[in-house]
C-alpha cells in the first residue's frame, strides 16, 4: 500500500512532463524541415539574362538567408513543363513557383501581359500601389505575383528586318512574325502577321517567309538572328513581361517573416535587373551592330509614330481580347497619361 502512494505521484509526474514536452519536440522536429518551393523557369538554366541572374541575385540569396526555413528548389527549365503550361501548372500547385511571360498566361489573368506598358519603373509600382493592383488580379487566378523577373526601362524588344523602313509607308506590304504578344502592334503598323514558335524565328527569317520579327535582343542574338537580318530599328518597344509567380495557396501558408524576406529580395533584385540589363541591351546593340546589321534610328516623328502604334496596337487588341473594364482600368492606373 506504502509502495502505491510513493509509484502514484512519480508516475502522475512523468505523465506530465511528457505530455508537455511532446508539443516542444514535435514542434522542434517541424522546425528542422524546410519549406520547400519547386520552381521551374521559362528558359534554359544556361541563359545569361533571363535565368542565371534571377538565380544567383534572388534564389541563391533567398536560400542563405531562410536558414534552413525555406529552400527554392529549381526543377529545370522548359524541358521539365512546356512555357505556355507553367501558369496553370502554379495555379494547381504542381510546382509551387515559376517565371513567365506575361503573354503565355494571360488567359488567366486577363491584362498581366500590358503590365509591360507601365509607365513606372518597378521600385515605383512598389511605392504608388501599382504593385498591389497587379496583385490582385493574379490573386483572382490562384497567383500571387512576387514581381518582375526581368525588370526593365521601356525599349525591350526590337523590330530585326529583312527589308529596310524608314517611314511608316514602308510597312505596307510586309509581314512580320513572332509572339502572339505582338499580333495588335503589327495590326497598327499595316503589316500582315505569322505567329511563330521562338525555335522558327531562324529559318523563318532565313527562308523570307517572314519580313521582320519583333524580340528581345538577347533572344535574336541567340537565336542568331543578327547574322540573318540585314536591319535593325531603333527605338525598342515595351518592358520586359515575365513575371515571378507563387502558388497562391502556398504563399498563404507561408510564416510571415518569410514572405517579408521574399519580397524584399524581390524588391531589391528587380532594381539591380535593371541596371545589369540596361548595360546588357548597349553591349548587344554594338554585337549585333558589329556582326554588319544597319541600325536604323527612327527620327522624333518617326519614332513618336512607331511607338504610339506599339502602344496603341497593344491595348487595343487587349480590349478586344478581354471586353469589360479590366483593360481599360489598367490603362488608367499604369499609364501617365
Not at 518551393?37 to 538565380?55: E, G, W
Not at 521562338?198 to 519583333?214: F, K, N, Q, T
Not at 515575365?242 to 519580397?263: A, C, F, G, R, Y
Amino acid at each position: 500500500m506504502e509502495m502505491k502512494k510513493f509509484f502514484g505521484p512519480i508516475v502522475v509526474f512523468m505523465l506530465t512532463v511528457t505530455f508537455i514536452m511532446m508539443p516542444v519536440v514535435g514542434g522542434l522536429a517541424k522546425a528542422a524541415e524546410p519549406i520547400t518551393l519547386s520552381f521551374v523557369t521559362y528558359v534554359p538554366l544556361a541563359n545569361k539574362l533571363l535565368y542565371k541572374q534571377i538565380k544567383n541575385h534572388f534564389i541563391d540569396r533567398v536560400n542563405e538567408r531562410a536558414k534552413g526555413e525555406l529552400f527554392i528548389k529549381v526543377r529545370g527549365g522548359p524541358e521539365s513543363i512546356p512555357p505556355f503550361n507553367l501558369g496553370v501548372s502554379v495555379q494547381k500547385g504542381v510546382i509551387e513557383m515559376a517565371t513567365i511571360p506575361t503573354a503565355f498566361f494571360d488567359a488567366l489573368v486577363p491584362g498581366a501581359n500590358e503590365t509591360c506598358m507601365s509607365d513606372y519603373t518597378a521600385w515605383e509600382e512598389r511605392e504608388n500601389g501599382i504593385y498591389e493592383y497587379i496583385g490582385d488580379m493574379y490573386k483572382k487566378a490562384g497567383l500571387f505575383y512576387l514581381g518582375r523577373a526581368v525588370a526593365t526601362e521601356p525599349g525591350f524588344f526590337f523590330l530585326y528586318l529583312n527589308k529596310r523602313t524608314v517611314k511608316p509607308e514602308d510597312f505596307k506590304g510586309l509581314k512580320f512574325g513572332g509572339s502572339t504578344a505582338f499580333h495588335g502592334f503589327y495590326r497598327e503598323l499595316g503589316v500582315s502577321i505569322a505567329t511563330l514558335a521562338l525555335p522558327e524565328y531562324h529559318s523563318a527569317m532565313e527562308r523570307h517567309v517572314v519580313d521582320g520579327i519583333v524580340t528581345s535582343l538577347s533572344v535574336g542574338l541567340q537565336n542568331g538572328l543578327h547574322e540573318i537580318s540585314k536591319y535593325l530599328i531603333v527605338p525598342g518597344v515595351y518592358r520586359a513581361t515575365p513575371s515571378v509567380v507563387i502558388n497562391l495557396e502556398k504563399w498563404n501558408n507561408l510564416p510571415t517573416h518569410l514572405q517579408d524576406l521574399m519580397t524584399e529580395y524581390m524588391a531589391e533584385f528587380e532594381k539591380e535587373m535593371a541596371a545589369f540589363e540596361k548595360k546588357e541591351r548597349a553591349a548587344d546593340l554594338k554585337r549585333i551592330e558589329a556582326a554588319g546589321v544597319e541600325i536604323i534610328r527612327f527620327p522624333p516623328d518617326e519614332a513618336k509614330w512607331f511607338l504610339d502604334a506599339a502602344a496603341e496596337g497593344a491595348w487595343k487588341n487587349a480590349e478586344k481580347r478581354f471586353p469589360g473594364d479590366v483593360i481599360p482600368k489598367l490603362r488608367e492606373r499604369i499609364t501617365k497619361k
